[in-house]
């Protein structure tokens, strides 16, 4: 199976800052990596497909970067909506994984 | 709208049996593959199985093969899960989702998501 790593586990971050969360699969999954956020309750939503692809309407301050083992969440402007989980995941080979989650917090 | 609405929260005792459901609206139910995913509370994301309703070829995670069985009816545009024998370790939330795919690029994702089923077991 694929192992897909994230860090950190959480962050806490003030309304405005840059936020940048890393997945790290196992072994090269090429651009199949897709990224969800979580909220309390809530079911995961998708944010960003194919490694950089923005889901439609997602907010453009949501970015994804990365191919092969090493990829990028990015939040360019962190807004108070935008505390949760977050969610890595590799669509490269069955059995699909997902990271453990990092949780974002508003300082 | 394009949703997925699931069956409500269960309680069971260890052995029983149970089948939640996934009834899919707003888009052509058949042309999409549904996918199932746990999440024992406070924990991760874990990839239970998948069918494709327009044949019901399935897939299932090496840790719920044999475990679970991944069903649907095409013409009431319903999937299933369902369990022969719970156990305590089955406690959990469980989500259906769509399951997005292109012939082209990289696009491989779960775009719509139910809203989930708490399944408790507990003597």
């Known amino acids: 199976d694929i192992q897909m790593t994230q860090s950190p586990s959480s962050l806490s971050a003030s309304v405005g800052d840059r936020v940048t969360i890393t997945c790290r699969a196992s072994q090269s999954i090429s651009s199949y990596s897709n990224w969800y956020q979580q909220k309390p309750g809530k079911a995961p939503k998708l944010l960003i497909y194919g490694a950089s692809s923005l889901q439609s309407g997602v907010p453009s301050r949501f970015s994804g970067s990365g191919s092969g083992t090493d990829f990028t969440l990015t939040i360019s402007s962190l807004q108070p909506e935008d505390c949760g989980t977050y969610y890595c995941q590799q669509a490269h080979s069955k059995p699909w994984t997902f990271g453990q989650g990092t949780k974002v917090e508003i300082k | 709208e394009v949703q997925l609405v699931q069956s409500g929260a269960e309680v069971k005792k260890p052995g029983e049996s149970l089948k939640i ?103």
């Open chain 2, 21 to 123: 459901s996934c009834n899919g609206s707003g888009y052509s139910f058949s042309n999409y593959w549904i996918v199932w995913v746990r999440q024992v509370p406070g924990k991760g994301l874990e990839w239970v199985g998948l069918i494709n309703p327009a044949d019901s070829d399935t897939r299932y995670g090496p840790s719920f093969q044999g475990q679970v069985t991944v069903s649907a009816d095409k013409s009431i545009n319903t999937a299933y899960l369902q369990w022969s024998s719970l156990k305590a370790s089955d406690t959990a939330i469980y989500y259906c989702a769509r399951r997005l795919t292109a012939i082209r690029g990289f696009l491989d994702a779960f775009d719509i998501w139910g809203q989930g089923t708490l399944v408790t077991v507990s003597s």
